[in-house]
């Protein structure tokens, strides 16, 4: 092949020796971004939780006929893939909503 590795540093890293634990370390703290399953950015808890913004019935605290259904209601990211979560979320939601609206 022929072929050869181009060391181009990391932009922002550029005053590091690229392979070192500094450069990763430069490297970590510049580029680490969540590419796919996001979850948490609109947590579920009881209303002792500060940080919770969605009830246990999906609602969003403070803001009538507003519910959030998907997985940034999840307090925290599990351990494996966001999916099943999700799914089974939205089918929830879809009963809470029957639900309120079938009770009026």
């Known amino acids: ?6 060391a181009m540093p990391f932009p922002g890293c550029e005053g590091y020796r690229m392979g ?7 490297w970590v703290r510049s580029y680490s971004v969540t590419l796919a399953h996001t ?26 006929n507003l519910r959030v259904a998907d997985s940034s209601i999840m307090p925290f990211v599990p351990s494996g893939n966001t999916n099943a979560a999700a799914i089974m979320i ?14 009026q």
């Open 1 to 6: 092949m022929n072929s050869k590795f181009y």
């Open 20 to 26: 070192t634990d500094a450069y990763w370390e430069c």
């Open 39 to 64: 979850a948490g950015t609109c947590q579920m808890g009881p209303d002792s939780d500060p940080l919770a913004v969605v009830d246990p019935l999906l609602r969003v605290r403070g803001i009538k």
């Open 90 to 103: 939205g089918e929830k939601a879809s009963d809470l909503i029957k639900h309120t609206w079938l009770a």
